[in-house]
């Protein structure tokens, strides 16, 4: 996890570090966000062991490091911990923890809905409990990366995206003091989990929006972009925000306000936004991570087309700094050989090809 280079020793904490300022050291930082497949290399059930278990999430990490010198280390699992403390039920009978039909609140009665106290509830302490075992773990060697929802999702995840979505159905002026009341509502709860998880060592502090593609620049704008902002700023004070976000936000309009104006140090973009594009629009105002075709990466395709499109992604984040690899979302884990096999493909041609320009 050490390199010399020009004389210095830059572990990874350092190297991650310094791509988010724009300082490009050696090497682009090997950041991929694994979670089932963490499970999977130490053949433990991912909904009732691995998102349950600190210690078993924690062992699954660092086998990761171990396996492919991975640069960080994180805490994410499922998008469910904050709605669970506000009340929604959660089974994990599924792949990955999932709400119980029925359990989501209701947007009529949330202003009679009890603020949780977020030290009470188990599954959020699990996680600041897993954020405290890998900074006693990595020191100060590999970057911590804590979690938590975007406010937009957060909703989706209490309510229902059904429920949400329809908020946009009704006229403008509606679904905008709607949403913003409700994101408003949350957002103090968002606050405190990140400090829980700041205080407990998070170097880093992921802020999930899987939400956020569906709704277009016009809603995002009008709805949670100025709460997106506010969680943003309020984590930057302490520490870089990584803004995670799924799907096709190529648009230009939609692009500039996810990398631009949300705030965050670093933000995450999926497969389907041109990497290339992305990195001369907006490469030079924030660190991108990305952006590999998970679909590819998630199928027994030849070696070759791996090799081609992971090297495409390098190749355009590279230039200038500001960049760390990882796939356009969660890496693959089935076929379980697979997944290997593409990720130390990946980490390879990162060793290989990923100094920067």
Not at 22 to 39: T, Y
Not at 170 to 177: C, I, L, M, V
Not at 336 to 344: H, P, T, V, Y
Request: with cysteine.
């Amino acid at each position: 996890m050490i390199l010399t280079n020009g004389g210095l020793n830059i572990n990874s904490k350092e190297r991650t570090l310094s791509a988010i300022k724009g300082i490009p050291e050696d090497k682009i930082p090997f950041n991929p966000f694994v979670m089932h497949l963490a499970a999977g290399l130490t053949s433990v059930d991912y909904s009732k062991e691995y998102c349950q278990k600190p210690e078993v999430l924690v062992e699954g990490q660092l086998k990761l490091v171990e396996l492919f010198d991975i640069d960080h280390v994180h805490v994410a699992t499922d998008a469910y911990r904050e709605a669970n403390a506000w009340g929604v039920d959660v089974h994990y009978e599924s792949h990955t923890p999932a709400p119980i039909s029925g359990t989501e609140l209701r947007i009529e009665e949330f202003d009679t809905v009890e603020t949780p106290n977020l030290l009470e509830s188990q599954r959020i302490q699990d996680r600041v409990k897993a954020v405290e075992m890998l900074s006693e773990k990595v020191g100060d060697k590999l970057c911590v990366v804590g979690w938590i929802e975007a406010p937009l999702s957060e909703l989706c995840y209490m309510f229902s995206m059904e429920k949400i979505m329809e908020l946009g159905g009704h006229t403008q002026p509606k679904w905008e003091k709607t949403m913003k009341k409700l994101a408003e509502r949350i957002l103090p709860v968002q606050v405190e989990f990140a400090q829980l998880q700041i205080e407990a060592g998070a170097d880093i502090i992921g802020v999930g929006d899987a939400s956020v593609s569906q709704i277009g620049p016009k809603n995002y704008e009008t709805s949670t972009l100025k709460v997106t902002q506010k969680l943003h700023r309020t984590i930057e004070k302490q520490v870089p925000a990584l803004y995670h976000t799924c799907g096709d936000n190529s648009k230009s309009d939609m692009l500039e306000l996810i990398a631009v104006a949300a705030g965050a140090s670093v933000l995450d973009i999926d497969f389907q936004v041109d990497l290339a594009q992305a990195k001369e629009q907006v490469g030079s105002k924030v660190c991108l991570r990305g952006n590999t075709s998970t679909t590819v990466l998630g199928t027994p395709c030849p070696p070759e087309e791996v090799i081609n499109q992971v090297t495409r992604s390098i190749e355009a984040g590279k230039s200038n700094g500001m960049y760390m690899y990882a796939a356009g979302c969660e890496w693959p884990w089935k076929p379980l050989d697979i997944a290997i096999r593409n990720l130390s493909i990946a980490k390879t041609l990162i060793e290989k090809l990923g100094r920067y320009n």
